[in-house]
């Protein structure tokens, strides 16, 4: 069985070049573009499911903003689609359908997810987001990051969608039930919103 | 420093997103999907008992709060309650009164204490009789569901150091009844807490829910200590009414979806596949009672949906209705009567969309904005009202305050007339709209002021 799959195949692995966001953008369009069905052979799902997984940890980990919750969400969201499992599979984007589900999924809160561990704070938990050193200086990425984990779900999903998937304001709204207009507010406050943050931010570490 | 624009910040949003795609272990997650595949490979069509096992099992895993102690709550040795995102206060649902319910407690802590003694432990483990000094306090880790009076917690002096028992928790045989999630993993963490959470599915699922066991483990200057904590909740008693008794003539589901941002609509599907409605009427029947007392924990999210099956018998009507949340419960009701208690939906859900792909929709929805135009006031306007749909039957949808509305209606063609608030009905010429059967339409009625 011959099935390409851009964003798992060619992706190089993580770096902070141009060339590997290049590549992570071209592989999230062709999760809901048409370039998904590469071969006219029979698939399984679990053909979809394992080139899949990846790429779908990934989206859930920054949906969620933590990976163990992530992993609860991939794990919520595959467990609701193995029952379909043969439909999806016969499907043109499986993919992009696993995708909506996910987006279902953490939008609903969890009423179909499995297991979910929540780490916060200190002790005994594990914490995945960077914490930034004391005596390091501050990258913007980890208050930016910091900062998303402080928005609703929607608002935070419509900004992974829109800025890491690069998707068109058109199907994140198809994806999430809502219009594009409630988009473009959702990514216009929250732009604003981060702005006003990096600002007080950057004002209070200069204010000797 | 300088306000950045949109494309610097829409720059910094996307390098901190990709940044952060490091925190998804690919490895992890074909784990996880090959977990679920084994998961799927299970027969579909389990008798009841192990049915019910694994129904109790995906509740074990179910979703988990964070629970604080009280302050000077201790944290050590037989002193259970070990962070639990069921309320500290004691039992106060009126089931507690219940006899049933009351053994039901019984039996759940019982079973706490079997499965702490299934506790892998690698040779040499010494037990403790509280927490060693220096083991963490403060925010404590729990699993769903979970009831902090039933929690049984122990620690152990462990040989050697923590690589050593990770790798002995990775490659241990786990005692019998004990399973591991598919995709979890011994997870080691710097310098912090590790952790691994075990199942075993509930012997009694009647009774109590399956049980979790937390083992969670740690380096001090004094040595390595491994704390297990088990966490389980008891159910309450199902009443007989619930139970669907005789021969089903209809089975159907309504699902409303909230779209986010969006006013509710709903669609009705008759489940006219025999098989598919009797998996669904047996997923029903096979239903715990929910636990007792009912979780409360923070809710990050509303409402979004809600299902609500409804099955026709020769001896009466059963609603089992089922909304999104936090703690999701079946509310039951008999003849337009509301039964005592819910029941626990567990992996209805499974069966539901199962049952709603084989079915037929009987519905269809309608949906859009009524604008407002003309007058003095500039510009398009809303308005709120009721929309009168008049057709092969007459419905009436509220109009919300941004104008959006929603209807589900049987098949046909609609006259749609606007009522406005506080506007002359007659600035508002009828629309007609077809509705078919499983489709969302769009209707644009609008109210031109002259």
Known sequence: MTILHPWDGAVPAFSTSGRRRTATRTASRAFYGGVEQLSTEPRTFADVVTAHAPALLRLAVLLTGA??????????????????????????????????????????????????????????????????????????????????????????????????????????????????????????RGLAALRAHLTDTHDERSTP | MNRPDNDALATLLRDTLVAHERLADPDRATAIAVGVLAERRRPSRLPLVAAAAAVVLAVVGTSVALGRLDDGAPAAGPTPPTGSSAPRTPLA????????????????????????????????????????PGWPEGVRVSLDPSDGDLSRTRWWSIPGDVAALEAFLTSVVLPAGLVREPGERVSSSSGDVSRLA?????????????????????????????????????????????????????????????????????????????AAADRLVAAIDGLEASIEPAPVGLCPFGPTGEDAVTITTTSGTWRFAVADGCYPQVEVSRDGVDLP????????????????????????SVHGTVVV?????????????TLVFTGPVTRRAAVADDGTFAAELPPGRYEVTVVPDGLDPSFCPTTNVVVSAGERVTASPSCSIR
Request: glycine share 10%; proline share 8%.
């Open chain 1, 67 to 188: 990976t163990t919750e992530g992993e609860d969400l991939l794990q919520g969201t595959l467990l609701r689609a193995v029952r379909h499992g043969e439909r999806i599979a016969g499907m043109a984007a499986p993919a992009a359908y696993l995708r909506r589900t996910m987006l279902s999924e953490h939008l609903s809160g969890g009423r179909r997810s499995s297991r979910r561990v929540r780490t916060a704070g200190h002790g005994l938990d594990r914490v995945d987001v960077p914490q930034p050193s004391p005596d390091a200086g501050l990258d913007d990425r980890d208050e930016v990051w910091r900062w998303l984990a402080t928005l609703r779900p929607q608002q935070r999903a419509v900004l992974v969608l829109r800025f890491y998937e690069d998707l068109p304001d058109a199907e994140i709204a198809e994806v999430l039930s809502c219009t594009p207009a409630t988009v473009r507010s959702h990514a216009f």
């Open chain 2, 341 to 364: 208690g819910t029941l626990d939906p567990a992996d209805l859900t499974l069966a539901l969309e199962e049952a709603v792909a084989a079915g037929t929709p009987i519905t269809g």
């Open chain 2, 198 to 274: 075990l199942d075993r599915p509930s012997s009694d699922p009647e009774a109590f829910t399956g049980t979790g066991l937390l083992l969670q483990w740690k380096t001090l200057p004094t040595g390595t200590f491994l704390q297990a904590t088990t966490f389980l909740a008891a159910r309450g008693v199902r009443s007989a009414d619930s139970r669907v008794d005789s021969t089903v003539t209809s089975v159907t589901v309504r699902r409303t979806h909230t779209p986010f941002g969006g006013v509710p609509f709903a669609r009705t599907y008759e489940i006219d596949d025999a």
């Open chain 2, 93 to 132: 649902s009126s089931g507690a009164d219940d006899p049933g319910v009351a053994s039901h407690r019984a039996a759940a802590a019982a079973e706490s204490e079997r499965v702490l003694d299934l506790t892998p432990l690698p040779d040499g483990a010494e037990m403790l009789p509280g927490p060693p």
């Open chain 2, 373 to 385: 135009a003309g007058g003095p006031a500039p510009g398009v306007r809303h308005s709120t009202g």
